[in-house]
């Protein structure tokens, strides 16, 4: 009878200090205090998944979005490689939670073929998009993200952008950002502790 009233004891103390540590958990992304939607509702958006993709094809599910090139040789490698072993962390910790990675290109002149076969290198379930030169300066401009051509060499763009990962709710709203250094268990810990 002890050991029983023992075991409901912990298992009592345990429920309260998962509860406890819902209700003080600080998330590890910036707030923004933000209604915008990351596309306005009239852009046409070329999608490495063959969809129509906009703000819809975001939603019920959280989506992590980072601004990059197919030609960076190092940060967008790196930053999609740390998406990657998110992606799986989340997978393995909790099948039931769905996660978007979503890659847009600042690079204009990379066709679809090209961002899709980059991004699918990194994870087959991440989706790449195309913009036209002005959808592209509104998405960067909704997001607040800046990029600029700094080079050219042997025929290959180099572009100089921002680095953070933007966190979307379940609804496409960006309502947060993480910023470098980018750490993989706290982009994690957000997904499966921090957002329920």
Same mark, same amino acid.
């Given at each position: 009878?002890?050991?029983?009233?023992?075991?409901?004891?912990?298992?009592?103390?345990?429920?309260?200090? #998962?509860? =406890?540590?819902? /209700?003080?958990?600080?998330?590890?992304?910036?707030k923004?205090?933000?209604?915008?939607? *990351?596309?306005?509702?009239?852009?046409?958006?070329?999608?490495?998944?063959?969809?129509?993709?906009?703000?819809?094809?975001?939603?019920?599910?959280y989506?992590?979005?980072?601004?990059?090139?197919?030609?960076c040789?190092?940060?967008?490698?790196?930053? *999609?490689?740390?998406?990657?072993?998110?992606?799986?962390?989340?997978?393995?910790?909790?099948?039931?939670?769905?996660?978007?990675?979503?890659?847009?290109?600042?690079?204009?002149?990379?066709? *679809?073929?090209?961002?899709?076969?980059?991004?699918?290198?990194?994870?087959?379930?991440?989706?790449?998009?195309?913009? =036209?030169?002005?959808? *592209?300066?509104?998405v960067?401009?909704?997001?607040? #993200?800046?990029?600029?051509?700094?080079?050219? =060499?042997?025929?290959?763009?180099?572009?100089?952008?921002?680095?953070?990962?933007?966190?979307? /709710?379940?609804?496409?709203?960006i309502?947060?950002?993480?910023?470098?250094?980018?750490?993989?268990?706290?982009?994690?810990?957000?997904?499966?502790?921090?957002?329920?």
């Open positions: 009878m002890i050991k029983r009233i023992t075991l409901i004891v912990i298992a009592i103390l345990s429920i309260m200090f #998962v509860v =406890e540590q819902q /209700d003080t958990y600080k998330p590890n992304y910036t923004l205090s933000s209604d915008k939607l *990351l596309f306005d509702d009239d852009m046409e958006i070329k999608a490495t998944d063959g969809s129509n993709f906009s703000n819809d094809s975001l939603k019920n599910k989506t992590y979005v980072f601004f990059g090139y197919t030609n040789p190092d940060f967008c490698p790196d930053t *999609l490689i740390k998406l990657k072993r998110l992606s799986n962390l989340v997978k393995d910790q909790n099948p039931d939670e769905k996660i978007n990675v979503l890659f847009v290109n600042v690079d204009i002149n990379d066709s *679809l073929n090209k961002i899709k076969r980059y991004v699918e290198y990194f994870d087959s379930s991440f989706i790449g998009i195309k913009l =036209e030169e002005d959808d *592209l300066i509104r960067t401009k909704n997001a607040g #993200v800046y990029y600029k051509k700094i080079s050219t =060499e042997d025929g290959v763009d180099f572009f100089d952008h921002t680095g953070a990962i933007f966190l979307l /709710d379940k609804n496409s709203k309502m947060g950002i993480y910023t470098p250094p980018l750490i993989v268990d706290s982009l994690k810990d957000d997904i499966l502790y921090g957002l329920k």
